[in-house]
């Protein structure tokens, strides 16, 4: 059977996998780099490379300060594209360095796609807000911020991508990080400035959510997704943008679709498998594309941590951990799933 390895990177246990692959069967398997919501999702999106050097907020003297640098810009047909993930938090700053790289990306196109990652500075998007708005005075009201940021990117297109679908609040929300009484006192600190930009967004909105209320506008601004990034979801939803699946959206930029079409198996390659990998982010999309042109998919992972129940109700057809001796593991895979 020709087989497609997919992967977010071509990692060592990745090229381990692929070497024993073409080794034991009699056709070498064909290899889709997808990318993730880091950095390595920036680097399988197609186009040019702009480096920007980034600075953070302006300090009591009114000068600004250097956030090591430069970052990129990948500029392509379907807009800007931005990672969190290559660039270092500054101190204190909150999310502020990732609102200037969004006006970065938004000098060179009407849609910039930003790459939520990790959770580095689970602020709730407040330093973002505040690097878009340029106001670098924590003592501005909220809702003047917010005013001042949608303005200011009005008529750009925001997506946040991310495979994170925690909400802002709540017992999985940004605060859920931190844990015991920082947790409880960051909990309150957010739901105060959530509500405080849903009150300024639901003033500003004249469209999708006009007359819908406060309460419902934070409901929509909070829901699954917003607490992406730290909550840099929350703050993309409180520009007028939206957030959607880093898996999905980089699969159709590398094709991944039509690439399982044309093998007979699709072999995903991840680090490891639970049940939230099983669910979210590159493991479901790419169950989703194989069962639409009947092609079955096994995962392969250094620790698999889900049964055959869950497995097949995920529409996985297998899964086998690779443990210390992946190519060993491999090769037999590699038997089961390839006819001689």
Same mark, same amino acid.
């Given at each position: ?88 938090? +500054?101190?204190? *700053?909150?999310?502020?360095?990732? =609102?200037?790289?969004?006006? %970065? $990306? &938004?000098?060179?196109? #009407?849609? @910039? ?118 909550? +840099?979801?929350? *703050?993309?939803?409180?520009?007028? =943008?939206?957030?959607?699946? %880093? $898996? &999905?959206?980089?699969? #159709?930029? @590398? ?86």
């Amino acid at each position: 059977m020709d087989a497609l390895v997919i992967a977010a990177a071509r990692t060592p246990l990745v090229a381990a996998v692929l070497d024993t692959w073409a080794r034991s069967a009699p056709q070498p398997p064909d290899l889709v780099e997808v990318g993730d919501a880091g950095a390595t999702g920036l680097a399988v999106v197609p186009g040019e490379r702009i480096p920007v050097v980034l600075t953070g907020p302006a300090d009591a003297a009114g000068g600004a300060r250097a956030v090591g640098g430069p970052a990129t810009v990948v500029r392509s047909a379907a807009g800007a594209w931005v990672a969190t993930a290559e660039i270092d938090p +500054l101190p204190g *700053a909150g999310s502020w360095d990732v =609102g200037e790289l969004v006006l %970065a $990306a &938004a000098d060179h196109a #009407d849609t @910039v796609f930003l790459l939520a990652g990790d959770a580095e500075v689970p602020d709730g998007g407040e330093g973002l807000l505040r690097s878009v708005a340029g106001s670098s005075d924590p003592a501005e009201p909220t809702p003047d911020t917010v005013r001042r940021a949608r303005a200011r990117l009005a008529g750009t297109t925001l997506v946040c991508l991310s495979d994170d679908d925690l909400p802002l609040l709540g017992l999985n929300g940004v605060s859920a990080l931190r844990g015991g009484d920082a947790g409880q006192e960051r909990e309150a600190a957010l739901s105060a400035y959530a509500y405080d930009v849903a009150r300024a967004v639901e003033a500003d909105r004249p469209g999708l959510m006009a007359g819908a209320g406060e309460r419902e506008t934070f409901r929509v601004l909070t829901a699954a997704g917003a607490g992406a990034g730290g909550g +840099l979801g929350f *703050a993309v939803r409180a520009l007028g =943008g939206r957030v959607e699946s %880093a $898996a &999905a959206v980089l699969g #159709d930029v @590398v094709g991944l679709g039509s690439a399982i079409e044309r093998h007979d198996v699709a072999v995903l390659v991840v680090e490891r498998l639970d049940g939230s990998g099983l669910h979210t982010g590159v493991v479901p999309d790419t169950v989703s594309r194989a069962a639409d042109v009947g092609v079955p998919v096994v995962v392969l992972a250094t620790d698999v941590r889900v049964g055959r129940r869950e497995l097949s109700a995920a529409g996985v057809a297998a899964a086998y951990p690779l443990g210390a001796d992946p190519a060993s593991a491999t090769a037999r895979v590699v038997r089961t799933w390839t006819r001689r």
